[in-house]
């Protein structure tokens, strides 16, 4: 399979490339998965003990060089989808490490292997 270009000629985004070959069902089956839902709480999660506004949080990381906008940020705490150079970011205007912005908690009882 040829990847997808963009008007510009450069390749498309992965997500663009991934919507070509998927089934629809797949694409919805994304949005119910448990892990990235918990990843969209925690997000907001994050933010709201933090007491800050989404502009504030767009403010400081315009301050930092790393310019997105509110909607962007928004759809981040809805989908749970967010790149992981944003998450580390946002890990560090929140204060917390990226297993916390992930929904991660230490106590979590590891799976055994083996007898």
């Keep these: 399979m040829t990847p997808s270009l963009s008007?510009?000629?450069?390749?498309?985004?992965?997500?663009?490339?991934?919507?070509?070959?998927?089934?629809?069902?797949?694409?919805?089956?994304?949005?119910?998965?448990?892990?990235?839902?918990?990843?969209?709480?925690?997000?907001?999660?994050?933010r709201a003990r933090t007491g800050m506004t989404e502009q504030q949080v767009v403010a400081v990381l315009a301050e930092q060089g790393f310019r997105i906008t509110v909607a962007r940020l928004r759809g981040w705490e809805r989908t749970g989808v967010i790149r992981v150079d944003a998450a580390?970011?946002?890990?560090?205007?929140?204060?917390?490490?990226?297993?916390?912005?992930?929904g991660r908690r230490a106590y979590r009882t590891r799976h055994r292997v083996g007898p």
Excluded at 90 to 99: E, F, N, P, Q, W
């Design 7 to 46: 008007t510009s000629g450069r390749p498309a985004p992965l997500r663009a490339i991934v919507a070509d070959v998927a089934a629809p069902e797949v694409a919805t089956e994304r949005a119910e998965d448990p892990a990235v839902a918990e990843v969209a709480q925690a997000l907001r999660g994050a």
């Design 88 to 102: 580390s970011r946002l890990a560090d205007v929140y204060g917390i490490t990226m297993d916390s912005l992930a």
